[in-house]
Nanobody
């Protein structure tokens, strides 16, 4: 079992920045990749970014490229999402997730095994 705890959400004005953190813990678990998704009421959970744990390869959804950066600290088993130039459309609950093993796909909720509880990000115009 893997536990994920997110932090760093909040209220920010458009154009501002936030950094989300997500720490993974558990007994004898492995990580192939970690990712961030977001969800607004009435919509499906949307892929935002992912990073492979060993190589550090990153992938982003088009709408956040150039604004968001995903990174990881292996020693702390923590993944970060630095969000700059935030827009009201970025308002959502942000979830981090872990995929314990390799999968060819990485942008669907079913491609991940464990989820955090979510952290609210609100961007005011």
């Amino acid at each position: 079992q893997v536990q994920l705890v997110e932090s760093g959400g909040g209220l920010v004005q458009a154009g501002g920045s936030l950094r989300l953190s997500c720490e993974a813990s558990g007994r004898s678990f492995s990580i192939y990749r970690m990712g961030w998704f977001r969800q607004t009421p009435g919509k499906e959970r949307e892929f935002v970014a992912t990073i492979t744990w060993s190589a550090g390869s990153t992938y982003y959804t088009d709408s956040v490229k150039g604004r968001f950066t995903i990174s990881r600290d292996s020693a702390k088993t923590t993944v970060y999402l630095q969000m700059n130039s935030l827009e009201p459309e970025d308002t959502a609950i942000y979830y981090c997730a872990v995929a314990r093993w390799f999968r060819a796909r990485y942008s669907g909720a079913a491609d991940f095994d464990y989820w955090g509880q979510g952290t609210q990000v609100t961007v005011s115009s």
